[in-house]
């Protein structure tokens, strides 16, 4: 008899791999287009408007196509997500450029196109607010009463208190840029009428939200509509809340043409209407001892959240309960704000907040350390979080503490001090070398940080997520969640938890493409598969063999004879389901509306160290090598976490140095993929991932969230390399060759 | 306006007779006309990389490349790759060293990379770096994507 | 108007001849050459199409592809050398591609090479064409400015006539050119000039390492004569306005001179007299001539740029 080894912790192949490679992996796009009408939306051309109304030529046969507007929408014109405050279609303003105001549906392109063009939207303006300061004014009003969609206050001990006595209070503002998501598929849904009500199929990362949104906009019961997530391809957030909006728009469509329609987005359409990632102003005022002890943190920071509120109460709740970074204070106060401006909705984007937060924190510490002439190592081993120390919530992490561990592996790994002084050598001497030699400048840098694990407390509690197994004719177990494929391994990680609760080889678990029907709500998001997820799934597992074996009336170790007995019950016609639902574990306390107690089960700790060089002729950066070491408590698939934090990594060095969003009037001028520049591989460097394992009791079977992780590290490192290489503090991501190339010329004529 | 001719070239080895307008996008003519979805529309500007097709033994855009320059052409597609249900080592590679991970860039990576190694091309990092520079990818950080190439290289 | 793709007429040509027969019969129609497509479809896509009927060149490869040398000397080429006496002829259809992969033009000027690969990806490399590149006259265009710094020829030809014209009497306006409605560029000629201790440099400065459209280019080329003077100084650049342009005043500046420091800060100094760069969504004016000024005293005074051979082969 032989039993199951563990498929946790190995590199198990991708599920869907073979179907992507060989081409025959279906997107949304890919569908056939039997019979199916082609959808587009009718925009507003101006940031900040009343709208009058919509003008059709008349010269254009309007009985080729159907045209929607918010007067035909028969439930709520609505977009459901945190504070409901965004319509579907436009209706008596408009508050961005592009704003949906009508859709039209036709039977092929070409009449699409035409009828996209005899149709014009009549506009009255109103002044637009683009910037963080204008909006705070509340001259203008954009939402509410003051423009302000959330604020979050966190208070720990008198921050006010110890920054009049510290010894030292340094202070800086930082700034972060809007960021494109890029995912390599654009938006899409296609939505069908099925008689008496509604099937969805897109591109999307939360199927739930969809069922809800649809089922308000056209007034039907949510059981008549079905949301089918389509195989997706690319998100890091980008499809979470935005599909809420399309896929409503796609259902309006269906509903009122009683077909099946096709709402796919191009490329710019995507990247100038869809959300972006909250630009930021991040103000710390910091208090030190002589020797460096970190007495007061006071953050003030302030979201650029576009035109409507979208998932911002949540990503501004993540920045402010990061914002004190992995540090131990015990005198704290942040003050957060998101705040309405007309520029598009910012939305989630992979961290959700915390890049923001932990990029001002960790840059802010490394010029603090410049200022008090320590070494920013020091200043870091000094500070960090320790056993049992306490985050800015109050938070005791008990033994969920690897910052020191993460830093001083990360030194080790990169042989970072050796390489600190050998560069620092290399630009002493490079004004003695002849020839091209005597241009570039060499740095490396690093930051420590960490992430919470899935969402905060009452956000888990929100999504109450949910997992079932349910036996099959065959003896297979097919594990039914909601995770949507997008790219992270979710159906193979699944299989490999699922596997690893029933004891048996993971080639018996199935895992489906999810649809509303069928799967439970398992919420979205928010690096959890691994976490929340699995620690439903593992346990769902432990139960479902239990209940076999019950029923068997004896232990089944062999997964053979388990299998077999799964087939003859089933066969029998019983039916085997086991169901799980999260609840935080029990000693977990959080008080939302002051933000104190424990915001998340577990922390994610990293540090990421980048080395690069500068080239001073131009100001343009090539960045060496990055090494990332984090302790994600368990690794489930090491091929797939490694292919996380290399492309978190890229991800966020793409946000550190290149990808810069171009306003003008509120609409992104470089939309398109050569312009805006995300990395191609010869701009990205060796990017090695380290793991620790320190299993975390309170996270779900000992592994904590990793997707988002990755993306935090690099733009403060950067900053912090920029630093080690040319001895300037920059203070704004992305840090351009445009932001460099001036300050260098500006501090060698001094 | 019916502006339709007919283009006769060969795609995977079969004999096309396709009806379009001569301006109609290579792209169009293999996801719309012949169903061959998995040549992606990634961006329609030649900027991304994920439409990427060979074309008489070059790898190029679909979105850029007109029908009408493509009369008597040979034209292969990611479909043409594996051999029925079995990938291909170039394919396999990708698979074991974790190359694809969402699967929008990945076809068109690997008629990039086949072109390539078809015609010798080099196979240390920095080449195939310089290889990859017209494919996007914002899954991977490419590393896995190189070490892919490099494991099919070494495998031939 | 949006893309009707079924608007666009094409005329295929069996050879030059027929194509330039039908440029002459329907001259001022409107019709526009079609070479590798990679602009042409772009600006159908976005809608910035100046023409609805086109000229599909791709049957006249065989008589419009290709590099040859024309009064090559007979005792051999000398690497990294550019020669006296003679012309390289590279017709119109011939693909960034084969300008890579070159071995004569690799030896004539490796900065050819250089550029070609810094335009686009690999995919745009074996479609667009050096003539669709020189006839779109985009104002970064990365093979521009080289064709600027080697006082290069093109070859216009009609159905009547074939006439060249300088390339830099060629470019006049942004994104025109000097270019008859029935003339067809057939050929870029690059005169073979041999200069002492050729110094070479070509950048390209963009958003990011492939792919994106530069901010600026920048090309130089220099000798040095037996005494260490600058001679035949060219100082090219792209994006720095709307056309391709050579700084004549640094060039001059710097002839004659010996490379030194002060000498690369004078040039720098006269650059910005000469260069007027705007903002626009790719970058800045101040930071162009920033990098404008920096390259150009960097070559000027002698630290940057490769010298003769450069030791690549064509890939």
Redesign the interface.
Same mark, same amino acid.
């Given at each position: 008899m032989k039993t199951t080894e563990s498929a946790l912790g190995k590199s198990v192949l991708r599920r869907e791999g073979a179907a992507k490679l060989r081409g025959d992996a279906q997107f949304i796009d890919d569908l056939p287009r039997d019979g199916a009408w082609f959808a587009g939306t009718v925009r507003a051309k101006v940031p900040h408007a009343r709208l009058l109304g919509v003008r059709r030529d008349e010269r254009f046969d309007w009985d080729r196509v159907v045209l929607i507007t918010a007067a035909d929408i028969p439930g709520e014109n609505v977009v459901p997500v945190v504070l409901r405050d965004q319509p579907s279609l436009a209706e008596d303003f408009i508050r961005y450029h592009g704003q949906p105001v009508a859709l039209v549906a036709a039977p092929d392109q070409e009449t699409l196109a035409l009828a996209l063009e005899s149709i014009s939207v009549l506009t009255s303006p109103l002044p637009p607010v683009f910037d963080i300061d204008e909006s705070l004014e509340a001259k203008t009003i954009i939402f509410g009463e003051d423009n302000v969609f959330r604020t979050v206050e966190i208070n720990k001990g008198d921050a006010t208190a110890a920054l009049q006595t510290a010894d030292v209070v340094i202070e800086g503002e930082h700034h972060t840029g809007a960021q494109e998501h890029a995912y390599l598929e654009p938006q899409g849904m296609q939505a069908e009428w099925t008689g008496d009500g509604i099937t969805i199929r897109g591109s999307m990362q939360c199927p739930y939200y969809l069922v809800k949104a649809v089922a308000e906009l056209l007034d039907l019961p949510q059981e008549k509509i079905l949301v089918i997530p389509h195989l997706t391809g690319g998100a890091f957030g980008g499809k979470d809340d935005f599909p809420t909006m399309l896929g409503g728009h796609a259902a309006l469509l269906a509903w009122k043409t009683r077909k099946t329609v096709r709402l796919i987005y191009e490329r710019g359409e995507d990247m100038r209407f869809t959300s972006k990632r909250h630009p930021a102003r991040i103000r710390h005022r910091t208090g030190f001892t002589h020797d460096g002890q970190l007495v007061g943190m006071q953050v003030e920071m302030v979201l650029n959240g576009g035109a409507y509120g979208t998932m911002s109460p949540l990503v501004i709740s993540r920045a402010a309960i990061h914002a004190a970074g992995p540090y131990q204070c015990d005198n704290i106060h942040i003050s957060a704000r998101v705040v309405a401006t007309n520029h598009p909705p910012s939305g989630a984007f992979r961290g959700f907040g915390a890049p923001q937060a932990l990029f001002a924190v960790d840059a802010h510490l490394d010029y603090c350390a410049s200022q008090l002439g320590v070494d920013p190592l020091e200043l870091r081993r000094k500070n960090l979080i320790r056993r049992n120390g306490t985050q800015a919530t109050g938070q005791n992490v008990g033994d969920d503490a690897s910052a020191g561990e993460v830093l001083e592996r990360a030194l080790q790994e990169s042989d970072f001090v050796a390489r600190r002084e050998a560069y620092a050598e290399f630009n002493r001497e490079a004004e003695s070398r002849r020839g091209a030699d005597r241009f570039p400048r060499r740095g490396i840098g690093l930051s420590l940080f960490m992430h919470g694990t899935g969402l905060s407390g009452y956000e888990e509690v929100f999504f109450h997520s949910g997992v079932a197994l349910h036996g099959n004719a065959d003896g297979s177990i097919t594990a039914l969640t909601s995770q949507v494929e997008v790219g992270q391994g979710t159906r193979t990680i699944v299989a490999q938890l699922a596997a690893e609760g029933l004891g048996i080889p993971v080639e018996y678990v199935l895992t489906e493409q999810p649809d509303t029907n069928q799967h439970p709500d398992s919420g979205p998001m928010a690096s959890r598969t691994a976490t929340i997820i699995g620690g439903l799934l593992i346990t769902a597992g432990k139960r479902f063999r239990a209940e076999v074996e019950r029923r068997q009336g004896s232990l089944l170790p062999d997964p053979l004879v388990f299998r077999a007995t799964v087939a003859k019950l089933v066969a029998g016609g019983e039916r085997l389901e086991v169901r799980e639902h999260y609840s935080p574990p029990p000693e977990m306390r959080w008080d939302e509306e002051k933000h104190q107690g424990d915001a998340y089960p577990a922390y994610t700790w990293s540090c990421c160290v980048a080395a690069l060089e500068v080239d001073t002729l131009t100001g343009e950066v090539a960045v060496l090598d990055v090494t990332a070491v984090q302790d994600v408590g368990k690794v489930v698939n090491p091929m797939f976490a490694a292919g996380q934090v290399q492309g978190g990594v890229a991800q966020g060095l793409g946000w550190a140095l290149l990808e810069n969003v171009v306003w003008k009037n509120g609409v992104m001028q470089n939309a398109n993929l050569a312009d805006y520049s995300i990395p191609t591989a010869m701009d990205l460097p060796p990017i090695r991932a380290v793991f620790l394992e320190h299993p975390q009791h309170r996270a779900p079977h000992g592994a904590k969230g990793l997707g988002e992780l990755p993306m935090e590290g690099p733009a403060p490192a950067v900053v912090n390399a920029l630093r080690s290489a040319l001895g300037i503090h920059f203070r704004r991501v992305p840090v351009t060759p445009e932001i460099i190339l001036p300050a260098w010329e500006a501090r060698n004529l001094e | 306006m019916n502006n339709d001719h007919v283009f006769r070239f060969h795609v995977n080895g079969h004999p096309v007779e396709a009806q379009a307008p001569p301006m109609q996008r290579l792209l169009d003519v293999l996801r719309d006309t012949l169903l061959l979805t998995g040549t992606k529309n990634g961006c329609g500007r030649g900027n991304c990389g994920a439409c990427t097709v060979i074309v008489n033994g070059q790898a190029v855009s679909a979105c850029l490349t007109p029908v009408v320059q493509l009369e008597g052409a040979d034209v292969q597609t990611v479909e043409n790759l594996s051999d029925h249900d079995c990938l291909n080592s170039l394919q396999q590679s990708f698979l074991e060293c974790g190359g694809t991970q969402c699967g929008s860039c990945t076809p068109g990576i690997l008629m990039a990379a086949t072109a390539h190694l078809r015609r010798g091309g080099g196979t240390n990092t920095e080449e195939l770096r310089e290889m990859l520079a017209g494919n996007l990818c914002r899954c991977t950080g490419y590393i896995k994507i190189i070490e892919s190439m490099q494991q099919a290289a070494a495998a031939k | 108007?949006?893309?009707?793709?079924?608007?666009?007429?094409?005329f295929?040509p069996r050879n030059l001849a027929e194509a330039l027969q039908f440029m002459a019969q329907h001259r001022d129609e409107g019709w526009r050459p079609?070479a590798g497509?990679?602009e042409?479809?772009?600006h159908?896509?976005?809608n910035r199409a100046a023409a609805t009927g086109?000229i &599909?060149l791709?049957p006249l490869r065989d008589q419009l592809a290709g590099i040859h040398e024309d009064g090559i000397l007979e005792d051999g080429i000398q690497e990294g050398c550019i020669h006296e006496g003679g012309w390289v002829r590279i017709g119109a259809l011939t693909t960034l591609?084969e300008l890579r992969r070159s071995a004569v033009l690799q030896t004539i000027c490796p900065l050819i090479r250089r550029a070609a690969?810094a335009t686009?990806?690999?995919?745009?490399q &074996?479609?667009a064409t050096v003539g669709g590149r020189i006839v779109s006259a985009s104002p970064a265009g990365e093979t521009l400015p080289v064709w600027l710094a080697l006082d290069a020829e093109v070859e216009l030809s009609s159905r009547d006539a074939t006439r060249c014209v300088a390339y830099r009497q060629f470019i006049q306006e942004p994104r025109q050119t000097a270019i008859a409605s029935d003339e067809l560029l057939t050929a870029i000629m690059i005169p073979i000039r041999a200069r002492p201790n050729p110094r070479l440099l070509f950048?390209k400065?963009?958003?990011?390492?492939?792919?994106?459209?530069g901010k600026m280019v920048f090309t130089a080329i220099a000798g040095l004569d037996a005494a260490g003077h600058y001679q035949d100084v060219r100082l090219a650049f792209g994006g720095m306005g709307p056309l391709p342009l050579r700084a004549c005043g640094a060039e001059q500046l710097a002839e004659g001179h010996a490379p030194s420091d002060a000498l690369g800060a004078q040039a720098a100094n006269q650059l910005s007299a000469e260069l007027t760069p705007v903002d626009d969504?790719?970058?800045?004016a101040?930071?162009r001539l920033?990098?404008a000024r &920096?390259?150009t005293r960097?070559f000027v005074a002698g630290?940057?740029g490769i010298a003769g051979h450069i030791g690549e082969q064509p890939?």
């Amino acid at each position: 008899m032989k039993t199951t080894e563990s498929a946790l912790g190995k590199s198990v192949l991708r599920r869907e791999g073979a179907a992507k490679l060989r081409g025959d992996a279906q997107f949304i796009d890919d569908l056939p287009r039997d019979g199916a009408w082609f959808a587009g939306t009718v925009r507003a051309k101006v940031p900040h408007a009343r709208l009058l109304g919509v003008r059709r030529d008349e010269r254009f046969d309007w009985d080729r196509v159907v045209l929607i507007t918010a007067a035909d929408i028969p439930g709520e014109n609505v977009v459901p997500v945190v504070l409901r405050d965004q319509p579907s279609l436009a209706e008596d303003f408009i508050r961005y450029h592009g704003q949906p105001v009508a859709l039209v549906a036709a039977p092929d392109q070409e009449t699409l196109a035409l009828a996209l063009e005899s149709i014009s939207v009549l506009t009255s303006p109103l002044p637009p607010v683009f910037d963080i300061d204008e909006s705070l004014e509340a001259k203008t009003i954009i939402f509410g009463e003051d423009n302000v969609f959330r604020t979050v206050e966190i208070n720990k001990g008198d921050a006010t208190a110890a920054l009049q006595t510290a010894d030292v209070v340094i202070e800086g503002e930082h700034h972060t840029g809007a960021q494109e998501h890029a995912y390599l598929e654009p938006q899409g849904m296609q939505a069908e009428w099925t008689g008496d009500g509604i099937t969805i199929r897109g591109s999307m990362q939360c199927p739930y939200y969809l069922v809800k949104a649809v089922a308000e906009l056209l007034d039907l019961p949510q059981e008549k509509i079905l949301v089918i997530p389509h195989l997706t391809g690319g998100a890091f957030g980008g499809k979470d809340d935005f599909p809420t909006m399309l896929g409503g728009h796609a259902a309006l469509l269906a509903w009122k043409t009683r077909k099946t329609v096709r709402l796919i987005y191009e490329r710019g359409e995507d990247m100038r209407f869809t959300s972006k990632r909250h630009p930021a102003r991040i103000r710390h005022r910091t208090g030190f001892t002589h020797d460096g002890q970190l007495v007061g943190m006071q953050v003030e920071m302030v979201l650029n959240g576009g035109a409507y509120g979208t998932m911002s109460p949540l990503v501004i709740s993540r920045a402010a309960i990061h914002a004190a970074g992995p540090y131990q204070c015990d005198n704290i106060h942040i003050s957060a704000r998101v705040v309405a401006t007309n520029h598009p909705p910012s939305g989630a984007f992979r961290g959700f907040g915390a890049p923001q937060a932990l990029f001002a924190v960790d840059a802010h510490l490394d010029y603090c350390a410049s200022q008090l002439g320590v070494d920013p190592l020091e200043l870091r081993r000094k500070n960090l979080i320790r056993r049992n120390g306490t985050q800015a919530t109050g938070q005791n992490v008990g033994d969920d503490a690897s910052a020191g561990e993460v830093l001083e592996r990360a030194l080790q790994e990169s042989d970072f001090v050796a390489r600190r002084e050998a560069y620092a050598e290399f630009n002493r001497e490079a004004e003695s070398r002849r020839g091209a030699d005597r241009f570039p400048r060499r740095g490396i840098g690093l930051s420590l940080f960490m992430h919470g694990t899935g969402l905060s407390g009452y956000e888990e509690v929100f999504f109450h997520s949910g997992v079932a197994l349910h036996g099959n004719a065959d003896g297979s177990i097919t594990a039914l969640t909601s995770q949507v494929e997008v790219g992270q391994g979710t159906r193979t990680i699944v299989a490999q938890l699922a596997a690893e609760g029933l004891g048996i080889p993971v080639e018996y678990v199935l895992t489906e493409q999810p649809d509303t029907n069928q799967h439970p709500d398992s919420g979205p998001m928010a690096s959890r598969t691994a976490t929340i997820i699995g620690g439903l799934l593992i346990t769902a597992g432990k139960r479902f063999r239990a209940e076999v074996e019950r029923r068997q009336g004896s232990l089944l170790p062999d997964p053979l004879v388990f299998r077999a007995t799964v087939a003859k019950l089933v066969a029998g016609g019983e039916r085997l389901e086991v169901r799980e639902h999260y609840s935080p574990p029990p000693e977990m306390r959080w008080d939302e509306e002051k933000h104190q107690g424990d915001a998340y089960p577990a922390y994610t700790w990293s540090c990421c160290v980048a080395a690069l060089e500068v080239d001073t002729l131009t100001g343009e950066v090539a960045v060496l090598d990055v090494t990332a070491v984090q302790d994600v408590g368990k690794v489930v698939n090491p091929m797939f976490a490694a292919g996380q934090v290399q492309g978190g990594v890229a991800q966020g060095l793409g946000w550190a140095l290149l990808e810069n969003v171009v306003w003008k009037n509120g609409v992104m001028q470089n939309a398109n993929l050569a312009d805006y520049s995300i990395p191609t591989a010869m701009d990205l460097p060796p990017i090695r991932a380290v793991f620790l394992e320190h299993p975390q009791h309170r996270a779900p079977h000992g592994a904590k969230g990793l997707g988002e992780l990755p993306m935090e590290g690099p733009a403060p490192a950067v900053v912090n390399a920029l630093r080690s290489a040319l001895g300037i503090h920059f203070r704004r991501v992305p840090v351009t060759p445009e932001i460099i190339l001036p300050a260098w010329e500006a501090r060698n004529l001094e | 306006m019916n502006n339709d001719h007919v283009f006769r070239f060969h795609v995977n080895g079969h004999p096309v007779e396709a009806q379009a307008p001569p301006m109609q996008r290579l792209l169009d003519v293999l996801r719309d006309t012949l169903l061959l979805t998995g040549t992606k529309n990634g961006c329609g500007r030649g900027n991304c990389g994920a439409c990427t097709v060979i074309v008489n033994g070059q790898a190029v855009s679909a979105c850029l490349t007109p029908v009408v320059q493509l009369e008597g052409a040979d034209v292969q597609t990611v479909e043409n790759l594996s051999d029925h249900d079995c990938l291909n080592s170039l394919q396999q590679s990708f698979l074991e060293c974790g190359g694809t991970q969402c699967g929008s860039c990945t076809p068109g990576i690997l008629m990039a990379a086949t072109a390539h190694l078809r015609r010798g091309g080099g196979t240390n990092t920095e080449e195939l770096r310089e290889m990859l520079a017209g494919n996007l990818c914002r899954c991977t950080g490419y590393i896995k994507i190189i070490e892919s190439m490099q494991q099919a290289a070494a495998a031939k | 108007m949006p893309t009707i793709i079924s608007d666009h007429q094409v005329f295929t040509p069996r050879n030059l001849a027929e194509a330039l027969q039908f440029m002459a019969q329907h001259r001022d129609e409107g019709w526009r050459p079609l070479a590798g497509g990679s602009e042409v479809m772009t600006h159908i896509y976005d809608n910035r199409a100046a023409a609805t009927g086109w000229i &599909n060149l791709a049957p006249l490869r065989d008589q419009l592809a290709g590099i040859h040398e024309d009064g090559i000397l007979e005792d051999g080429i000398q690497e990294g050398c550019i020669h006296e006496g003679g012309w390289v002829r590279i017709g119109a259809l011939t693909t960034l591609t084969e300008l890579r992969r070159s071995a004569v033009l690799q030896t004539i000027c490796p900065l050819i090479r250089r550029a070609a690969a810094a335009t686009g990806g690999v995919q745009r490399q &074996n479609r667009a064409t050096v003539g669709g590149r020189i006839v779109s006259a985009s104002p970064a265009g990365e093979t521009l400015p080289v064709w600027l710094a080697l006082d290069a020829e093109v070859e216009l030809s009609s159905r009547d006539a074939t006439r060249c014209v300088a390339y830099r009497q060629f470019i006049q306006e942004p994104r025109q050119t000097a270019i008859a409605s029935d003339e067809l560029l057939t050929a870029i000629m690059i005169p073979i000039r041999a200069r002492p201790n050729p110094r070479l440099l070509f950048r390209k400065v963009a958003s990011r390492a492939a792919g994106a459209i530069g901010k600026m280019v920048f090309t130089a080329i220099a000798g040095l004569d037996a005494a260490g003077h600058y001679q035949d100084v060219r100082l090219a650049f792209g994006g720095m306005g709307p056309l391709p342009l050579r700084a004549c005043g640094a060039e001059q500046l710097a002839e004659g001179h010996a490379p030194s420091d002060a000498l690369g800060a004078q040039a720098a100094n006269q650059l910005s007299a000469e260069l007027t760069p705007v903002d626009d969504l790719r970058s800045t004016a101040d930071y162009r001539l920033r990098t404008a000024r &920096n390259l150009t005293r960097a070559f000027v005074a002698g630290h940057i740029g490769i010298a003769g051979h450069i030791g690549e082969q064509p890939s």
